[in-house]
T-cell receptor, first 115, second 115 residues
Framework: ETGVTQSPTHLIKTRGQQVTLRCSSQ?????VSWYQQALGQGPQFIFQ???????GRGNFPPRFSGLQFPNYSSELNVNALELDDSALYLC??????????????FGQGTRLTVV | AQSVSQHNHHVILSEAASLELGCNYS??????LFWYVQYPGQHLQLLLK??????LVKGIKGFEAEFIKSKFSFNLRKPSVQWSDTAEYFC?????????????FGQGTRLTINP
């Protein structure tokens, strides 16, 4: 176990709806990154939060947004869901900044299905 | 844009066979390189990492990888695989020049070990 927990583990949404995914980071970690893993693909970086501020964003549209709370837990929000948003969403926590040398620990993910 | 390419999508081996999984990256700056493993139903786990120094790095469970800068490669090897090595393997490069890791992953290689 990594100490990174994500909820829910699975959910099904209808196209056009909105969804919120949650992540509790490992104790002591102040950085949370979110990744999208489509079926048969590697994870793709969505964005990262460091001390409650966005610290980098991948090639995802603005309807993907996030938050980080004072306890360093995080939310990923997706508006106007599309069928292609169906994927496993992974959260990774780490201790930043660390010049990229501090290991990121991944949660088990939330499987989102959009119908 | 930075990218990571894994040459083999699905590799099938018998127990005790030797393993080499290819990984090439496209990134002009200083690289931090990683191999992650995802066992069925489990979270992504770090196998090994390269930051600097000896280009031959050893990881957990008998895995090793060699960084060849001139070939932009970071191939994963194991001299003798076991049935328990059946999993999905991902090569990744960190593109976060500051702060915590922002990982670009390859598409993954599914490894099946037949007993």
């Amino acid at each position: 176990e990594t100490g990174v927990t994500q909820s829910p583990t699975h959910l099904i949404k209808t196209r056009g709806q909105q969804v919120t995914l949650r992540c509790s980071s490992q104790s002591g970690h102040n950085t949370v990154s979110w990744y999208q893993q489509a079926l048969g693909q590697g994870p793709q970086f969505i964005f990262q939060y460091y001390r409650e501020e966005e610290n980098g964003r991948g090639n995802f549209p603005p309807r993907f947004s996030g938050l980080q709370f004072p306890n360093y837990s995080s939310e990923l929000n997706v508006n106007a869901l599309e069928l292609d948003d169906s994927a496993l969403y992974l959260c990774a926590s780490s201790l930043g900044p660390g010049q990229g040398r501090n290991e990121a620990f991944f949660g088990q993910g939330t499987r989102l299905t959009v119908v | 844009a930075q990218s990571v390419s894994q040459h083999n999508h699905h590799v099938i081996l018998s127990e005790a066979a030797s393993l080499e999984l290819g990984c090439n990256y496209s990134y002009g700056g200083t690289v931090n390189l990683f191999w992650y493993v995802q066992y069925p139903g489990q979270h992504l786990q770090l196998l090994l990492k390269y930051f600097s120094g000896d280009p031959l790095v050893k990881g957990i469970k008998g895995f090793e990888a060699e960084f060849i800068k001139s070939k932009f490669s970071f191939n994963l090897r194991k001299p003798s695989v076991q049935w328990s090595d059946t999993a999905e393997y991902f090569c990744a490069v960190n593109v976060g020049s500051q702060g915590a890791q922002k990982l670009v992953f390859g598409q993954g290689t599914r490894l099946t070990i037949n007993p």
